[in-house]
C-alpha cells in the first residue's frame, strides 16, 4: 500500500490520461483539461485523485454533463506535501472525467524561468520535475508509482517555442499546438514537460540531443557515445523498449543531474565537462529505461528497486563502453562518498527498504538507495557469477514487464528463480541484513583501481611536504581529481590551498564536480579567494547534489550561515520546488 497516495485504486483505477494545455510563459500558468480513464473495481465508490496547487474549475462525466467533486482539506504540516484528495462522484455510466483546471504559484513540479535565468538569454523556458510526488501539483491524478497509466498529450506553446514531452513526438496539429502520445504504461512521475528556444541535434537514427541553440553544437559533440551505450545496454538487459532515446540539457536550475522521462532523459548542463569524464549520467539515466520505467518501485519504500539496480547497470554500461578500469574508478569513489555520508545518516536512514511513513520521500533522497543498493547486486552477481545473474536479470525484466513491483515481490522472485537454481550459494546472501538493517554488511564488495592507487600514492607525497607543483598528476581525469581532494581535505590550510590552486586552477574549473568539492574545502579552511566563484556557483547552479553539500558546510559557522543566507536569498527564487525544500532546511530559512 502506498502512504504517499490519497487515491484508492483498488475501488476505481486511472488507466489513461490525456491533457489539453494552454502555457502562459508571462502569467507562470497551465490552463486546460484533463481527461482521465477509469477502470471501476466498485461500481459504488468515488474516483479519488491527489491534488496541490491546482484550481479546479469545473468536472464533467462520460457525457459531458457536470459531476459533483469534493477538494478535501490538504494535510497540515508536517505532511502538507500530500495536498489534498479531489474526490468526484460519478455516473452509473461514466468511464471517463473530465476535469478543467488551472496551476498555481504552488504548483511545485513547475519551473518557470525568465529569459535571463537560461543559457543564451532570449526567451522563457519551462519545464516539469514530477518525481517523487509532484506530478499532482501540475495534474489531478493518482499521483502513485503502482498506478501506471498511458498519456496523451496537446500543448499549446506561445509562438517560437518549442514542446516537448517524455513521449513520441506526433508533430503539431492545425491550431499549431503540439501532440504527444505514450502508449506504453508508465508512474505519473515519469509524465513530463519542457518548452523554450530549443533546438535539436542527431547523434544516430533513435537518438539525440535538444538544446538552447548555445548548447547543442557542443553537447552533441561530448553526447556522441550515446548510441553505443543504448547498443551495450541492449546487449546486456534485452530490447530498449521505448522506440526512441532523446535528451535535453536543461538550464542549469535544474535540480538533479539527470530525470529519466521516457524517450526523453532530462539532464543538467554541468555534466558538459568538455572531456567526456562526465557521461556516466547519461549511462544512468540510459539504464533506467530499464530499472525505474519498464519495471518501476511500488511505492517509495522500495526506491532502492529503481535506483539500485540502475547504478549498477551504469557501471556496467561504462565498463562495456570505456572500460573495466574507467568503471572500476566509478565504482571505488561512489563507495567513498556512501562511506562518508552514512557518517552523517540515521540509523534508519541507512536502510534499503526504508521506512518512510509519514515522511516526504523527498527528504531521505541520499546515497543509500542508490551505492547500496548497487553494492548488493554486486555481491549477488559475485556469488552467482556474471553469467548466471546476467540470466536472472534478463528474466526479471522479461517477466515485469511494465508493471511496478515491491520488494516483497522482487525477494520472492528472487527466491524462486535464482536461489532455487542453488540453494547452497543462497546462503551466501544475507537477504535480512542487506535489505533491512543500517550500515554496509561485512561482505560489501569493494573494488580496487590502479588509477586511483596512482592518486592515493600522490596525496601521501602531498601530505608529506611535496609541493602542489611537483606532484605527478599528468594525465588525472575527473575521478582521479576528485579522489585526491578528498584525499588531502585533513591536511589542508589556507597556504596549501593557494598553491593547490595556483598549480591546478581549481577556482576557475569548469568542471562541475571538481569545482563543487574544491569550493566545499575553501569553505571549511577560509579560503578566501574562492569566495566570488563560490557566490557565483550558488547563484548559477540549482543541481541538488552540488548545493546541499556547499550549504551544509556554509552552516557549520556563524558566519558561514551568515554569509550562506545572503547567497541564498539571491539564489532562492532560481532554484526549483526540490532544492528549495533541502536548502530550507539546512539554512532555517523563514522566508
Avoid at 514537460?193 to 557542443?218: H, M, N, T
Avoid at 559533440?221 to 523498449?241: H, K, V
Avoid at 526479471?396 to 522472485?413: G, K, L, M, N, R
Wanted: glycine letters at 8%; aromatic letters at 10%.
Amino acid at each position: 500500500m502506498d502512504t504517499h497516495t490519497h487515491a484508492e485504486p483498488n475501488r476505481v483505477r486511472v488507466t489513461h490520461v490525456s491533457l489539453d494545455l494552454a502555457l502562459d510563459m508571462a502569467r507562470h500558468q497551465a490552463q486546460g483539461a484533463v481527461t482521465l480513464s477509469i477502470e471501476r473495481l466498485d461500481d459504488k465508490a468515488p474516483l479519488v485523485l491527489d491534488a496541490l496547487g491546482l484550481a479546479i474549475e469545473s468536472v464533467a462525466g462520460s457525457d459531458g454533463s457536470a459531476r459533483k467533486f469534493t477538494l478535501g482539506d490538504e494535510s497540515p504540516a508536517p505532511t502538507s506535501w500530500m495536498g489534498a484528495p479531489l474526490s468526484i462522484e460519478l455516473a452509473r455510466g461514466d468511464r471517463a472525467v473530465t476535469i478543467r483546471y488551472r496551476t498555481t504559484e504552488r504548483s511545485d513540479a513547475l519551473q518557470w524561468l525568465a529569459p535571463e535565468q537560461t543559457t543564451d538569454g532570449k526567451a522563457p523556458f519551462l519545464f516539469t520535475q514530477g518525481q517523487a510526488i509532484l506530478t499532482r501539483t501540475w495534474i489531478p491524478l493518482q499521483d502513485s508509482p503502482g498506478i501506471r497509466v498511458t498519456y496523451d498529450a496537446r500543448i499549446r506553446a506561445p509562438a517560437g517555442l518549442t514542446a516537448v514531452m517524455s513521449a513520441e513526438d506526433l508533430g503539431c496539429d492545425a491550431d499549431g499546438a503540439f501532440r504527444f502520445r505514450m502508449q506504453e504504461p508508465i508512474p505519473p512521475y515519469l509524465i513530463a514537460l519542457a518548452c523554450g528556444d530549443i533546438v535539436f541535434r542527431p547523434i544516430s537514427k533513435r537518438c539525440g540531443i535538444w538544446a538552447e541553440p548555445s548548447v547543442a553544437e557542443g553537447a552533441q559533440r561530448e553526447l556522441d557515445d550515446t548510441e553505443a551505450m543504448i547498443a551495450s545496454a541492449e546487449s546486456l538487459f534485452g530490447p530498449y523498449r521505448w522506440g526512441r532515446y532523446d535528451l535535453i540539457i536543461l538550464p542549469a536550475s535544474f535540480p538533479f543531474g539527470g530525470m529519466e522521462n521516457p524517450r526523453l532523459t532530462f539532464a543538467t548542463p554541468t555534466i558538459l565537462a568538455g572531456d567526456k569524464s562526465l557521461v556516466s549520467l547519461v549511462a544512468h539515466e540510459l539504464a533506467h529505461s530499464w530499472s525505474g520505467n519498464l519495471v518501476t518501485n511500488a511505492t517509495w519504500r522500495d526506491f532502492w528497486l529503481n535506483e539500485g539496480f540502475t547504478v549498477y547497470f551504469e557501471q556496467r554500461i561504462m565498463e562495456a563502453v570505456f572500460g573495466v578500469e574507467r568503471a572500476s574508478m566509478e565504482k571505488e569513489l561512489a563507495l567513498a562518498e556512501l562511506e562518508r555520508e552514512m557518517k552523517d545518516l540515521t540509523p534508519r536512514e541507512q536502510v534499503l527498504h526504508v521506512e518512510l511513513e509519514g515522511r516526504n520521500p523527498d527528504d531521505s533522497f541520499s546515497n543509500v538507495p542508490y551505492t547500496k543498493g548497487a553494492l548488493f547486486l554486486m555481491r549477488v552477481e559475485e556469488v552467482f557469477g556474471r553469467e548466471r545473474f546476467d540470466r536472472f536479470l534478463r528474466g526479471y525484466f522479461d517477466s515485469h514487464a511494465f508493471q511496478s513491483i515491491t520488494t516483497e515481490q522482487f525477494v520472492e522472485y528472487m527466491k524462486r528463480t535464482l536461489f532455487l537454481e542453488d540453494p547452497a550459494l543462497s546462503t551466501k546472501i544475507d537477504l535480512a541484513t542487506w535489505l533491512t538493517q543500517p550500515g554496509l554488511p561485512s561482505d560489501t564488495p569493494r573494488t580496487k583501481s590502479e588509477s586511483l592507487a596512482k592518486v592515493s600514492r600522490e596525496v601521501a607525497r602531498f601530505k608529506a611536504g611535496t609541493s602542489a607543483a611537483q606532484l605527478d598528476t599528468q594525465g588525472f581525469v575527473t575521478q582521479q581529481w576528485l579522489t585526491f581532494l578528498e584525499g588531502i581535505a585533513d591536511a589542508l590550510d589556507d597556504k596549501k590551498m593557494s598553491a593547490l590552486d595556483a598549480a591546478f586552477g581549481f577556482t576557475k574549473s569548469g568542471n562541475s564536480e571538481i569545482v563543487c568539492t574544491w569550493l566545499r574545502l575553501s569553505i571549511a579552511n577560509g579560503y578566501a579567494p574562492a569566495d566570488a566563484r563560490l557566490a557565483e556557483f550558488l547563484t548559477e547552479v540549482g543541481r541538488r547534489k552540488f548545493l546541499k553539500p556547499l550549504y551544509t558546510e556554509l552552516a557549520k559557522t556563524g558566519a558561514g550561515m551568515k554569509r550562506g543566507r545572503e547567497i541564498y536569498a539571491k539564489a532562492r527564487p532560481r532554484y526549483h520546488a526540490v532544492s528549495v525544500g533541502t536548502i530550507d532546511k539546512i539554512l532555517g530559512w523563514q522566508g
